[in-house]
């Protein structure tokens, strides 16, 4: 009865939200949890050789798809070092995060629903990008690997191909290179 109460009681208007767990009644105001929320979701560029309003996109973009936003920088940074016309040196990837054109960027804008992609958008580069590594994301957790190797082969996949990358040692210095300016991003190092 008591709870059926409080329960009554917590959905009133601007009333505190009672939570009940095993009898324990916790109470914790709405305003505070919008602005806890608030707070973990807030965009703040990184002092990098990337427009604010570029990184805001990746920033989005690695939300949309519950990325880490400094794993998504730190492979734009290895790949491109932030240069949105970079090409590698075979010609065969291009842009901000390197999309293979020879037989990926088809694929990803097809999946992205991307009209007209463009490579040396930074835009379209970073929304097939974030997709592609969610999809390996999903791929490699649902064959069962942990969180950590999950990264690693994700990361190997984005360099090599999917069919490389279980042929590829995971610990290669590609992987390396983009965890490290992961952890120099999360530390604060990022003044280049």
Request: hydrophobic share 35%.
């Amino acid at each position: 009865m008591v709870q059926f109460f409080l329960l009554a009681f917590a959905l009133q208007a601007n009333a505190p939200v009672y939570h009940i767990t095993d009898q324990i009644v916790v109470m914790q105001v709405k305003k505070d949890v919008v602005a806890a929320s608030q707070e973990e979701d807030t965009f703040k560029p990184y002092q990098i050789n990337l427009s604010s309003e570029v990184q805001k996109y990746i920033w989005d973009e690695s939300k949309k798809y519950g990325l880490s936003f400094e794993l998504l920088l730190a492979i734009a940074y290895t790949e491109s070092r932030f240069n949105p016309k970079a090409v590698s040196y075979d010609n065969s990837s291009m842009g901000l995060f390197q999309i293979n054109k020879r037989n990926t960027v088809k694929w990803l804008s097809e999946q992205t629903n991307i009209k007209n992609v463009d490579v040396f958008n930074p835009y379209h580069s970073t929304k097939m990008a974030a997709w592609y590594v969610n999809y390996l994301r999903k791929k490699y957790l649902n064959e069962g690997y942990d969180e950590g190797t999950v990264t690693k082969r994700v990361l190997t996949a984005y360099r090599y191909g999917m069919g490389s990358s279980k042929r590829k040692n995971i610990d290669n210095n590609y992987v390396r290179a983009v965890l490290e300016y992961k952890q120099k991003l999360e530390r604060g190092e990022t003044n280049e």
